[in-house]
């Protein structure tokens, strides 16, 4: 045994130098702890949701490098739905659905009332269902455009019917790595962000998007940081690292190529390891891949996200995925990796007891 595991034994926090060392581990040797971990609070239970992706405009002012799915206000493929697209879309949903998850481009032409009618829209086409909409890169945004607090918007889409925002936006934490793949909203503002809403007793997930120009001392710098922050803040639910995804964006027209199948799971695994406050850790399988999520169960993942109804941002960058899986196919993937499979809710709330296919 290493003496990196004798600390895992003794449940000892690990240092950034012992994080790191964790990717010399053989990967069973990392399945094994992780999923120790995993399996001790959750069992074989892994949970999936019932969700549309809705990307209500691809127009956007920034210009990140790994991203495929921006666009110029005078491009021919730019757009940006009506309401009533919005509706037509959510009542045309091939599932009953539970969440409704929209991220979006930075557009400049919207009035701020545009998000407080499309929040109402989404809520009245679909009331049973919870909405996650707004990254923190988002609010941040907005907030800039029209001279408003973080706390103003947030607050304003809260009392609109917000139960949720997603974890995108928080890419690599460290400055050097944000400033060449061209991320202009500062970590410091998306922590805050997510502080105020757990303030605001709304809990939040962070991502971490890697795999194309960081190295792997910046990814467990990132996880140190969640660590660091969740101590304080006690509001950060799951961790979803991402996959980069390499084809339409610019970074992958200079030849960076996203990471190796072996790389997604020890990644997924070592944040099991290294995040001992944050109580989940999804693979996203629109990034991943069906493959490696279900391999994924066994690193320490209990989450799987969901049917992702209509997801667009990762294709443009390139992802292989379907744009839709059904939860029939969710469920099989998950009783497939010998594990069982639970619907949740937005906030990570078991909506009914462990679901077997054919039941
Ligand atoms: S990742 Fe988001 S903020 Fe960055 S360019 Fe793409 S749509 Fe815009």
Wanted: with cysteine; glycine share 6%.
């Amino acid at each position: 045994m290493t003496s990196i595991e004798a600390k895992l034994q003794q449940k000892v926090r690990l240092t950034l130098e012992e994080g790191l060392s964790l990717y010399d581990l053989p990967l069973g040797t990392l399945a094994q702890w992780a999923d120790g971990i995993k399996s001790a609070k959750y069992g074989d239970r892994v949970t999936f949701i019932k969700n549309y992706y809705l990307n209500f405009t691809n127009i956007c002012r920034y210009a990140c490098k790994y991203c495929g799915f921006r666009r110029n206000k005078g491009d021919a493929d730019a757009y940006t739905l009506t309401l009533e697209q919005v509706v037509h879309k959510l009542q045309s949903a091939p599932e009953a659905i539970r969440e409704v998850w929209f991220s979006s481009g930075l557009n400049p032409e919207l009035p701020f009332q545009a998000y407080i009618d499309l929040i109402h829209t989404v809520k009245r086409t679909v009331p049973r269902a919870q909405l996650k909409a707004f990254t923190a890169v988002e609010i941040d945004f907005i907030a800039k455009q029209f001279q408003y607090t973080h706390e103003y918007v947030l607050d304003r889409f809260i009392e609109a019917g917000l139960d949720r925002i997603p974890g995108g936006g928080a890419e690599i934490f460290d400055d050097e790595v944000r400033k060449k793949i061209d991320i202009k909203t500062r970590p410091e503002d998306y922590l805050r962000i997510h502080g105020l809403c757990h303030e605001r007793d709304m809990q939040t997930s962070i991502t971490m998007l890697f795999g194309h120009i960081e190295t792997r001392k910046h990814r467990i710098a990132h996880m140190l940081r969640i660590r660091e922050f969740q101590d304080k803040s006690k509001g950060v639910q799951a961790f979803i690292p991402l996959a980069y995804q390499d084809e339409n964006n610019p970074l992958a027209k200079r030849g960076v190529r996203g990471p190796h199948p072996v790389e997604v799971l020890k990644t997924l695994a070592i944040s099991r390891i290294m995040l001992d406050n944050v109580d989940h850790i999804q693979s996203f399988w629109i990034d991943s891949g069906a493959e490696v999520t279900q391999i994924s169960l066994h690193m320490g993942v209990d989450d799987i996200n969901g049917t992702m109804i209509e997801e667009n941002i990762a294709h443009a960058s390139g992802s292989k995925a379907k744009t839709y899986e059904t939860t029939q196919a969710l469920m099989q993937w998950i009783e497939g990796a010998g594990k069982v499979p639970a619907e949740r809710g937005c906030r990570f709330e078991i909506l009914e007891n462990e679901v077997r296919v054919g039941s």
